[in-house]
């Protein structure tokens, strides 16, 4: 028992929240498990924290249960919004929930640092959702810390290392300015319904500034570039990022040869200030 709240099981029943697949709603409800996804976003106390998708709130509950100062919930599914007023009622003053859709709600506006974000996301907008937060126009970003479900393979992307079919864009997107890993794996059953796939809980802290010095438009042109064409040699899937583009690689330490998987981060900084002069 983590609260004195109905078992979710009993929640959902009462509030008639069958899952829905439009929603990508695969719901956890063991709430021993959603205690245990909150802690691996670390101390709460004194942190609010944004949730994507609560649904009918297992992991809501397991963040107020941990101590998060307050949450901000953002859900687009009415018919939860029930289910979630019970729990707001039972943390005064520590849940506020609103009803939208989470790429267009200005979430900033709704909470106060330190701030981390703790979700199970929807898988089709979950992709979309951690572009956003680790390509804000300022470094560091409003958050500390990013504590989100993905699919097992999405999440091996994130963490992939030069050299492996995983590593690209998310890679190095994700660990030129924070840090990133697996906390732990979900077989399909922790889900109701359980979805095709396994999934993964990955823990990203930002650093203070970028590993490596770069722009980060060029850097991400380029990393595009590369990785669009990674069966080809990088002198020809980067011919259209610079006239001397052969030269640049030279310079950079890269030989013209090697493709996109095998360049690691500092590489492809060195090439991105190249670039830019
Ligand atoms: N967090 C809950 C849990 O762990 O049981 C539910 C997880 S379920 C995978 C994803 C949730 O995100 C659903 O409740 C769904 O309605 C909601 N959702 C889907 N798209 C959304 C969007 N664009 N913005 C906000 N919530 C969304």
């Known amino acids: 028992m983590i609260d004195n709240l109905p078992p979710l099981r009993e929640v959902i029943r009462a509030h008639d929240l069958r899952a829905k697949k439009s929603f990508g709603q695969n719901f956890l409800l063991d709430l021993n498990l959603t205690a245990r996804i909150a802690r691996v976003a670390g101390d709460l106390s004194g942190t609010d924290v944004l949730e994507v998708g609560p649904g009918p709130g297992g992991l809501t509950r397991g963040l107020l249960a941990e101590g998060a100062r307050r949450v901000l919930a953002i859900e687009k599914d009415a018919r939860c919004l029930p289910a979630l007023a019970e729990i707001a009622a039972a943390y005064p003053g520590r849940l506020e929930v609103i009803e939208g859709d ?48 993905f699919q097992r393979e999405v999440a091996e992307r994130i963490v992939a290392k030069p050299g492996s079919k995983a590593y690209g ?100 900084c060195r090439l991105a200030r190249a670039i830019a002069g």
């Not at 979430?107 to 937060?133: D, F, M, Q």
């Not at 396994?198 to 850097?219: F, G, K, N």
């Open 102 to 149: 989470a790429l267009a709600v200005d979430a900033l506006a709704h909470l106060t640092p330190p701030i981390k974000i703790v979700s199970n996301l929807p898988y089709n907008v979950g992709t979309e959702l951690l572009i956003r937060w680790m390509t804000p126009d300022q470094w560091p970003p409003y958050w500390d810390s990013l504590t989100l479900m």
């Open 169 to 268: 864009r998310l890679a190095l997107m994700v660990q030129w300015r924070a840090d990133a890993k697996i906390a732990l794996h979900l077989p399909p059953e922790a889900f109701t319904p359980p979805p095709k796939v396994s999934s993964s809980v990955v823990h990203i802290t930002r650093l203070q500034e970028p590993r490596y010095p770069a722009d980060a438009r060029v850097l991400e042109r380029l990393v595009a570039a590369g990785f669009n064409q990674r069966r080809k040699m990088l002198r020809a899937s980067l011919k259209g990022q610079h006239p001397q583009i052969e030269a640049l690689l030279e310079q950079s330490g890269i030989a013209p040869t090697a493709r996109a998987e095998e360049i690691g981060l500092e590489a492809w």
